[in-house]
């Protein structure tokens, strides 16, 4: 299997009509023990408590790495980068973390604040994917 087809195993199929719900839906995907998290939408005040939940149940089965998709994330608010740092405090010094994000809507806030420098941020899944499959 090529390194960028991936195939989701698990959907947050929550039947929420919140506006939380309705503004952000994340998917979980596992592959080589690692867990992908991707985040459709707005990463807000009002929606960081559904990735929150999602990074903690992703985290609980111990995988290997946790990355955490944003390129179909439209808007990164504080709350959202606090969430950011706190799956990288969940998930680390036992495994992996990176994020990717390729959209100034989204790299933006993080070069801003410096996290640039302290997450690792991947252009596109395959990059992070490759980065943190090697042993």
């Known amino acids: 299997m090529k390194a960028d087809s991936f195939e989701p195993v698990v959907v947050d199929d929550d ?12 998917i979980s995907t596992q592959r080589d023990q690692l867990t992908i998290l991707t985040a459709h939408g707005s990463l807000d005040l009002l929606t960081v408590p559904r990735l929150g939940a999602a990074v903690l149940e992703a985290v609980s089965e111990q995988p290997r790495g946790l990355i955490i998709d944003l390129t179909a994330t439209d808007f990164l608010a504080s709350s959202g980068i606090a969430a950011l740092l706190a799956a990288h405090a969940a998930i680390t010094p036992g495994g992996r973390f990176g994020v990717v994000a390729e959209h100034p809507a989204i790299t933006r806030p993080l070069q801003l604040s410096g996290l640039d420098r ?15 499959t090697r042993s």
Do not use: N, Q
């Open 118 to 132: 302290t997450l690792c941020v991947y252009p596109t899944l395959t990059d992070a994917f490759a980065v943190m």
């Open 15 to 26: 039947r929420d009509e919140s506006p939380a719900g309705r503004a952000l839906a994340v």
